[in-house]
């Protein structure tokens, strides 16, 4: 019953792959978010949608592409592997208020060899 | 630019004691800070939060205190216990923005 799961815990895989992560939140939330863990452990906005829409998009390579199918879900999907995208990948939601808190999932370890 | 700043990345206090996690930030626009606290291999989970039109919030062993003009809050903790260590993040936004900057995060520990 966790709120807010994300698949796979782990991902390992070779420069110029095309992958995906998955993350489904059952608190209700109108509000999806990704988070990418960089190596100096800052956690940095990547995309928001609110029911299902797009609303914030920071400057990521266009090799990044969210998809909402519905409001409970938000996967990220990334194209073209680079070293650079080895991180620790956290899918988050919220609800109603700009001020609500987020509650996080247990992150994805992405290494990219 | 980090908009956010934990300056101190680890600190260590004994049981009972009291610790104080401190934050900078420099984007005036900021007017709702958050703490959060994270275990190894979990997300981040939400400790407490506090509005610029406070100066102060409290919930339990956990108060969080704001300093507007000098652009600073803290954390304290008091009795420290050991289940307390942890990482701890400094969280920022501002209303309308619907994402929180984040600080690099304090590492705790809470000495038996």
């Known amino acids: 019953d966790t709120a807010v799961s994300q698949t796979p815990k782990y991902l390992v895989t070779q420069m110029g792959n095309d992958k995906s992560i998955k993350c489904e939140q059952n608190?209700?939330?109108?509000?999806m978010y990704w988070y990418k863990q960089d190596s100096k452990k800052f956690l940095k906005i990547m995309f928001s949608y609110n029911n299902k829409e797009l609303i914030i998009n920071e400057t990521v390579p266009n090799r990044f592409s969210p998809k909402s199918p519905d409001k409970a879900h938000l996967n990220l999907h990334i194209n073209s592997l680079e070293l650079g995208d080895s991180a620790v990948y956290f899918c988050?939601?919220?609800?109603?208020?700009?001020?609500?808190?987020?509650?996080f999932g247990n992150g994805t370890r992405l290494t990219v060899t | 630019d980090q908009q956010v700043k934990q300056n101190s990345p680890s600190l260590s206090v004994q049981e009972g004691r009291i610790s104080i996690l401190n934050c900078d930030y420099t984007?005036?626009?900021?007017?709702?800070f958050l703490w959060y606290k994270k275990y190894p291999a979990e997300g981040p989970t939400f400790l407490i939060s506090?509005?610029?039109?406070?100066d102060k919030n409290e919930d339990g062993r956990f108060t969080v205190f704001l300093n507007k003009s000098a652009k600073h809050l803290s954390l304290h903790i008091v009795p420290s216990q050991p289940g307390d260590s942890a990482v701890y993040f400094c969280a920022a936004t501002d209303t309308g923005r619907r994402a929180l900057t984040f600080g690099s995060g304090t590492r705790l520990q809470v000495q038996p």
């Open positions: 608190l209700g939330h109108d509000t």
């Open positions: 984007n005036s626009m900021f007017d709702y």
């Open positions: 506090i509005s610029s039109i406070k």
């Open positions: 988050a939601s919220s609800q109603g208020a700009n001020n609500s808190p987020l509650h």
